[in-house]
């Protein structure tokens, strides 16, 4: 039997096996998933996979409140996988959603002894100065500090109470020798991802989080205890959808539970009417309720109906006092290679292009690239490169090409051996020289709005 498949978001390398990531952790394919208006990653299959998805596409489809939620480790520089991201977030910000960005330095202070001051600077004038210079509008924008938005903590901590060690350690793979610090974290990130939510961050809408796969454990965590506080869950039925009642120690009162264990058929029949009436608002009008059993059916509702009759209870379970919380919503991009065909790190400069590099850096770097060429040029003639290896044609392809029939070209010419490793080359130096030159221009002509990110 195959070894199974770990995902590590601090580790240094990860598997590429993605159609395995998608089995093994149950993510979906956006093959068939109808984008409008795709992304040059969605077209090229650089956004692989995604969990709920289609939540935020409707919203988009019917013009309804979404937000993107994104963050940032405020140590190192700025490179270009994290330019990927802020190219996702942009794209959906630009189909109507509302972006909030997390600075992670309470996290960045524990894990890697930055000190706040510090994670605040850099976070300011390192990467949200290339927000601005990419293309993200400051008016639809939130930028906030983990340390200075309590609320983030309180949640985390709130939260805590649904997971234990024993899910963390399956979740993250931790163990006796795990730095609690690395415990504390996921929370806290659950609070970032969830906290946009709440009735004074935007209110309750889909929230997408895009991440590279490696992140995924985070998301996973975070949409269980998002579930896990729910007190109405819709789930498949034998005939269209049901709603299920989660009774817990908080809304055990509200449920018509006394101390005793008694119900109150008063108050639970009070409960199940409030379910039906925010359902039937929903044009819904073959409802069955069963309180005796906890359920309420909808026959007629179908699988695209379940995230419009979540959303109409979940705003019932915050008029009653509850959370309301809605799970969020992920989409995932494949890791782009680091120039010497290892993961991109801030720490290995030799690894990855910094959009602070200037083109004779740049063209030193992609020279001495790992190449997907043969040993010889009569051998490149003959045999054909490997573009799938090839750094600089993964750079075109992620980063610097917009024209899909041009990069299908080359990629042909390469296999080919029409194209040589070092024309290749050549044309990765002359995009990515132009794309950083261009950056840094608009990096300087949008240096006044950078304080406006944060709100």
């Given at each position: 039997m195959d070894e199974k498949l770990t995902i590590d978001p601090w580790g240094s390398s990860q598997s590429t096996d993605y159609s395995r990531i998608i089995d093994q952790f149950g993510l979906s394919s956006l093959d068939g998933l109808a984008i409008e208006n795709p992304s040059r990653l969605h077209r090229r299959g650089i956004v692989f996979a995604h969990?709920?998805?289609?939540?935020?596409?409707?919203?988009?489809?019917?013009?309804?409140?979404?937000?993107?939620?994104?963050?940032?480790?405020?140590?190192?520089?700025?490179?270009?996988?994290?330019?990927?991201?802020?190219?996702?977030?942009?794209?959906?910000?630009?189909?109507?959603?509302?972006?909030?960005?997390?600075?992670?330095?309470?996290?960045?202070n524990a894990t890697r002894g930055v000190s706040l001051e510090e994670g605040r600077k850099v976070a300011k004038e390192e990467y949200v100065a290339y927000y601005a210079a990419l293309g993200l509008n400051p008016e639809k924008t939130s930028v906030y500090f983990q340390s200075t938005r309590n609320i983030v903590q309180k949640l985390g901590f709130q939260l805590g109470k649904r997971t234990n060690l024993s899910e963390l350690e399956a979740i993250y793979g931790f163990d006796g020798s795990t730095n609690l610090a690395h415990v504390q974290a996921p929370l806290v990130q659950a609070g970032d991802i969830l906290h946009p939510q709440l009735d004074e961050y935007g209110g309750l809408r889909p929230i997408v989080v895009p991440v590279g796969v490696d992140q995924d454990p985070h998301l996973r965590l975070t949409r269980g205890l998002a579930s896990k506080t729910n007190w109405f869950n819709v789930n498949q039925a034998k005939m269209g959808l049901q709603v299920g009642v989660s009774i817990q120690e908080e809304n055990e009162r509200k449920m018509g539970i006394d101390a005793?264990?008694?119900?109150?058929?008063?108050?639970?029949?009070?409960?199940?009417?409030?379910?039906?009436?925010?359902?039937?608002?929903?044009?819904?009008?073959d409802i069955q309720a069963n309180p005796k059993h906890g359920t309420v059916n909808i026959p007629s509702a179908t699988t695209r109906d379940r995230g419009s009759i979540k959303m109409a209870l979940l705003q019932l379970e915050r008029s009653m006092g509850g959370y309301g919380l809605l799970s969020p919503s992920s989409t995932y991009h494949r890791f782009a290679v680091g120039m010497t065909g290892d993961k991109m790190?801030?720490?290995?400069?030799?690894?990855?292009?910094?959009?602070?590099?200037?083109?004779?850096?740049?063209?030193?770097?992609?020279?001495?690239?790992?190449?997907?060429?043969?040993?010889?040029?009569?051998?490149?003639?003959?045999l054909g490169g490997d573009p799938d290896k090839d750094v600089a044609y993964q750079y075109m392809m992620y980063f610097f090409e917009e024209d899909d029939a041009f990069l299908a070209e080359i990629n042909q010419g390469y296999r080919s051996g029409k194209i040589l490793a070092g024309e290749m080359k050549?044309?990765?130096?002359?995009?990515?020289?132009?794309?950083?030159?261009?950056?840094?221009?608009?990096?300087?002509?949008?240096?006044?709005?950078?304080?406006?990110?944060?709100?």
């Open positions: 969990r709920e998805l289609d939540l935020i596409l409707e919203a988009r489809r019917k013009a309804n409140p979404f937000g993107v939620l994104t963050g940032l480790m405020p140590s190192g520089k700025m490179h270009l996988g994290h330019s990927m991201v802020i190219d996702q977030v942009k794209w959906f910000q630009d189909s109507g959603g509302d972006v909030t960005i997390a600075v992670a330095d309470l996290e960045s005793s264990g008694r119900v109150n058929k008063e108050i639970r029949k009070d409960v199940f009417s409030k379910i039906v009436e925010s359902i039937s608002n929903l044009g819904f009008s790190s801030s720490s290995k400069p030799k690894t990855t292009l910094f959009l602070s590099d200037d083109a004779k850096s740049a063209e030193k770097k992609i020279k001495k690239s790992f190449s997907g060429g043969q040993a010889t040029i009569e051998e490149h003639r003959r050549q044309m990765c130096i002359d995009r990515a020289c132009e794309w950083l030159t261009e950056l840094s221009e608009m990096k300087d002509e949008t240096a006044h709005l950078v304080d406006t990110f944060f709100q």
